[in-house]
């Protein structure tokens, strides 16, 4: 009986010790990288678009000021230490595998790359979308960002 006790025990104590093993080998596995996304603007859209048009939310001050960015430029945001930067315009964005273009020059999904700098270090690179402004927000305790307008180049 003792015999049956002792071998209970091990059996237990080595399940218990493979379980530890299959956990650190899990976690010691790195995780597939991620491709990075490209953004390609087409012949058909460069150039059309001179600047985007951002409304800013002050959280604290409960207000809302329009700015009309660039694209290709950056905005020190007045009053703060943040700089917003629109690197793209794309009026009919889609995504083709890891390739982020527009699919014509049409209004259809327009969306802006707005990447926000809080004391010259980058804090958020990532797209505004006119049609869907709750999708992928960036979250700063103070500010909200909103795309709500395109200008054309003429």
């Not at 012949?43 to 059309?48: A, H, I, N, R």
Request: with cysteine; proline share 7%; glycine share 6%.
């Amino acid at each position: 009986m003792k015999l049956l006790v002792l071998s209970l025990v091990a059996t237990v104590a080595a399940a218990g010790c493979n379980e530890k093993e299959n956990r650190k080998a899990a976690v010691s596995h790195p995780q597939p990288v991620k491709a990075p996304s490209v953004v390609v603007v087409p012949e058909s859209v460069k150039g059309k678009w001179k600047a985007v048009k951002i409304a800013v939310v002050d959280k604290n001050a409960e207000g809302q000021k329009i700015y009309t960015i660039a694209i290709g430029t950056e905005l020190k945001l007045p009053g703060s230490d943040l700089t917003l930067s629109v690197d793209n315009f794309l009026p009919h964005f889609v995504m083709e595998g890891t390739t982020l273009t527009s699919q014509s020059n049409e209004l259809k999904n327009p969306a802006a790359q707005l990447r926000v700098i809080e004391g010259g270090r980058e804090i958020n690179k990532g797209w505004l979308f006119a049609l869907y402004p709750t999708a992928h927000p960036f979250q700063h305790p103070h500010y909200g960002f909103t795309l709500v307008d395109y200008v054309p180049a003429i």
